[in-house]
């Protein structure tokens, strides 16, 4: 089986962005890749990630996506990102391995979009949790604008949890198969993190947490791939290749994908 993954393609950015979905679908036609892997950010407008994974469908190749935090926000005072989530879970077209995973032969791919919790916090920082619960720092004039866009209903704790617990049970699934990929949209490892992000920051909470790294290490996974830090690079990480990629923000035209994807064969 080959896979071409992709993350953070942000297609309501700049036109440039828009202009990459062309890019990733003639890159798995030329890659003859089995599926299309996107480990989410894919557009905060519901119309344009409709728009997005419309013109990806077109190339043929099966679709597989978790939805990332810029996906499930919502602008409208009455609407939940859980509903939001749900539509993208029932979403027809590109199969959203939140709802299940996607097994062939015996190989799995199991997704989450997963959450934070602030255990990638860095401590030297000394910022109380409540820091991170507001999503605005004070002393830095820092704000994470899920603050404002992404609406639960609940703590990020809670949240991150739910997530954790939900890959946990396809896991449990798939376990008898031979290969177990997950994709997530925020890391699964704090080193996944710290390669991307070296330098203290109170951004850093929001990156991943290590509920999901942990599901991955019990039901013996070997391959991770994350988004969110819109970062290109692998690395192994007890065990599990651990891959971390985005298109990221995109202010002038790209040419070639080039170190902005990933291909797995298994
Ligand atoms: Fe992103
Ligand atoms: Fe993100």
């Known amino acids: 089986m080959r896979i071409l993954i992709v993350s953070d393609l942000h297609v309501e950015y700049s036109e440039y962005n828009r202009y990459a ?155 008898d198969c031979r290969v177990k990929i997950v994709l997530t949209h925020f890391a699964p490892f704090l080193p996944v993190q710290k390669r991307a992000f070296p330098k203290p920051s109170y951004f850093n909470a929001y990156g991943g947490n290590d509920g999901l790294g942990r599901v991955m290490l019990k039901y013996g996974v070997d391959i991770s791939v994350s988004g969110h830090l819109h970062k290109n690079f692998d690395m192994m990480h007890r065990g599990i290749r651990c891959y971390q990629t985005g298109i990221d923000y995109l202010h002038k035209p790209i040419y070639s994908l080039v170190d902005r994807y990933i291909i797995i064969d298994v």
């Open 21 to 175: 979905v062309s890019m990733i679908g003639e890159l798995a036609i030329d890659e003859c890749v089995d599926f299309i892997g996107i480990c989410g950010d894919i557009s905060g407008d519901y119309m344009q990630f409709d728009d997005a994974l419309d013109e990806l469908s077109t190339y043929g190749i099966p679709i597989l996506f978790v939805p990332g935090n810029h996906d499930i926000w919502t602008t409208v005072d009455d609407t939940f990102s859980m509903e939001k989530l749900d539509w993208m879970r029932d979403y027809d077209g590109a199969h959203c391995l939140m709802r299940s995973p996607m097994v062939v032969d015996d190989i799995a791919i199991v997704g989450t979009m997963g959450w934070y919790d602030y255990s990638f916090a860095d401590p030297e920082l000394e910022y109380d949790d409540d820091v991170y619960a507001r999503k605005y720092c004070s002393a830095t004039g820092r704000e994470w604008m899920d603050g404002r866009f992404a609406r639960f209903g609940m703590s990020d704790k809670d949240v991150a949890d739910m997530f954790n617990r939900e890959l946990e049970s396809h896991l449990k699934e798939v376990n």
